[in-house]
């Protein structure tokens, strides 16, 4: 079975910072990886799609990227907004399978 | 507006069953594969099922097969989630998520653009 880490499991950063958070999968993926983004008390949106595809409304400042079984997700100045948990999410296997997530807070 | 809007959610005791619903507005419900994705309150997600567009295909994850049924309405723009034989294992926030067409396939669907608020299922005795 297919087996997803993502890490750091948490991170503080300032207002600005670029953030970087990384998903490893256990075998190639293809690029077939979604981010999502969960804020605290609220559903989980779409970030990126096909890997570094951005979602409908998604800032610029957010960038994903990868291909074969190391991906990223990137924030390039991190904004109070930004306060959530990230989730990867393959589909090169099915059924579809989430990592199990990156918290981002505000140091 | 385009939204998901789940119920049917509360307390189950093992053993017991539970239809959530999830009714969509704001866009052409038969556009679109829908699916449903649970959480334990403050652990990750998980796909649960999920069932193409005219509800001709339909896949489950392992541990729920034989014991949901996802199911659609499209005339009433609506999903369901039929759950029996429920376990403690169950308990979860349950969202109704949508995925664009393209993103479905022998019954998964694998991009989740639009989610709801969920509906919370406690299964305990």
């Known amino acids: 079975d297919i087996q997803m880490t993502q890490s750091p499991s948490s991170l503080s950063a300032s207002v600005g910072d670029r953030v970087t958070i990384t998903c490893q999968a256990s075998?190639?993926?293809?690029?077939?990886l979604n981010w999502y983004q969960q804020r605290p008390g609220k559903a989980p949106q779409l970030q990126i799609y096909?890997?570094?595809n951005l979602g409908k409304e998604v800032p610029s400042r957010f960038s994903g990227s990868g291909s074969g079984t190391n991906y990223s997700l990137t924030i390039t100045s991190l904004q109070p907004e930004d306060i959530a948990t990230y989730y990867c999410?393959?589909?090169?296997?099915?059924?579809?399978?989430f990592g199990p997530g990156t918290t981002v807070d505000i140091k | 507006e385009v939204q998901l809007l789940e119920s049917g959610g509360g307390v189950v005791r093992p053993g017991g069953s539970l239809r959530l619903s999830c009714v969509a507005s704001?866009?052409?419900?038969?556009?679109?594969?829908m699916s449903w994705v649970r959480q334990i309150p403050g652990k990750g997600l998980e796909w649960v099922a999920s069932?193409?567009?005219?509800?001709?295909?339909?896949g489950y994850v392992n541990s729920v097969k034989g014991r949901f049924t996802i199911s659609r309405d499209n005339a009433k723009n609506s999903l369901f989630l039929q759950m029996n034989s429920l376990r403690a294992e169950d308990t979860a926030l349950y969202y109704c998520?949508?995925?664009?067409?393209?993103?479905?396939?022998?019954?998964?669907?694998?991009?989740?653009?639009?989610w709801g608020q969920g509906t919370l299922v406690p299964v305990s005795s």
């Open positions: 998520v949508r995925t664009p067409l393209g993103y479905c396939g022998g019954g998964y669907c694998y991009l989740f653009d639009l």
């Open positions: 704001g866009f052409t419900f038969d556009d679109y594969g």
């Open positions: 069932i193409n567009w005219n509800g001709g295909s339909t």
């Open positions: 075998q190639d993926i293809r690029k077939h």
């Open positions: 096909d890997a570094s």
């Open positions: 999410q393959q589909y090169d296997t099915l059924p579809p399978l």
